[in-house]
T-cell receptor
Framework: AQKITQTQPGMFVQEKEAVTLDCTYD???????LFWYKQPSSGEMIFLIY??????QNATEGRYSLNFQKARKSANLVISASQLGDSAMYFC?????????????FGEGTQLTVNP | ETGVTQSPTHLIKTRGQQVTLRCSSQ?????VSWYQQALGQGPQFIFQYYREEENGRGNFPPRFSGLQFPNYSSELNVNALELDDSALYLC?????????????????FGPGTRLTVL
């Protein structure tokens, strides 16, 4: 069963506007972490933001914020004031496991294109 | 940059051959995870090494094997290469599993090795 679902293969946004990238997840573990990574065409995965399952407030990191709705099992990434350099592939990922490991399960990704 | 390095950056092999990919982890990190990313897909977890032992494995056959060395660097070995092994192979280093149990425990990724199997 797919644990991370990203339903938007591609998204387009105008420069300086905000955009929301969707992510839903599935787990029976009460303790988990949710991550968003950016992958430019060069291939390196760049960490953007983290949300723990017990965190009471939505995570924010500069222009990135995470809209965490635990009951709906969603963890959408909001990018404010989009820049041309934000054009890249974006992956949502979940970490489970504790002492047995800390593997990340990734979604299929969303290709974001920022238009001038 | 994360401080995680991988070598080589690109590699071309033929079916049936064997390949070794290398990864040096970020300073202070003793846990290394390997991921395979096929074109147009998200990364898939291969396995993780902690204290020189395998600590968790994804759904990959035994011809995918690994090593971790005392300096925490790691190797991924793939035997009997198949065309479907063509992918970007990513290495990620992190603090030990469970140490920052439900804290951040971010995985820092290297730039990847792009493997092409002909």
């Amino acid at each position: 069963a797919q644990k991370i679902t990203q339903t938007q293969p591609g998204m387009f946004v105008q420069e300086k506007e905000a955009v929301t990238l969707d992510c839903t997840y599935d787990t029976s573990d009460p303790s988990y972490g949710l991550f968003w990574y950016k992958q430019p065409s060069s291939g390196e995965m760049i960490f953007l933001i983290y949300q723990g399952s017990y965190d009471q407030q939505n995570a924010t990191e500069g222009r990135y914020s995470l809209n965490f709705q635990k009951a709906r099992k969603s963890a959408n990434l909001v990018i404010s004031a989009s820049q041309l350099g934000d054009s890249a592939m974006y992956f949502c990922a979940m970490r489970e496991g504790g002492l047995s490991g800390s593997r990340l399960t990734f979604g299929e990704g969303t290709q974001l294109t920022v238009n001038p | 940059e994360t401080g995680v390095t991988q070598s080589p950056t690109h590699l071309i092999k033929t079916r049936g051959q064997q390949v070794t990919l290398r990864c040096s982890s970020q300073s202070g990190h003793n846990t290394v995870s390997w991921y395979q990313q096929a074109l147009g897909q998200g990364p898939q977890f291969i396995f993780q090494y902690y204290r020189e032992e395998e600590n968790g494995r994804g759904n990959f056959p035994p011809r995918f094997s690994g090593l971790q060395f005392p300096n925490y660097s790691s190797e991924l070995n793939v035997n009997a290469l198949e065309l479907d092994d063509s992918a970007l192979y990513l290495c990620a280093s992190s603090t030990p599993p469970g140490l920052a149990e439900w804290g951040h425990n971010e995985q820092f990724f290297g730039p990847g090795t792009r493997l092409t199997v002909l």
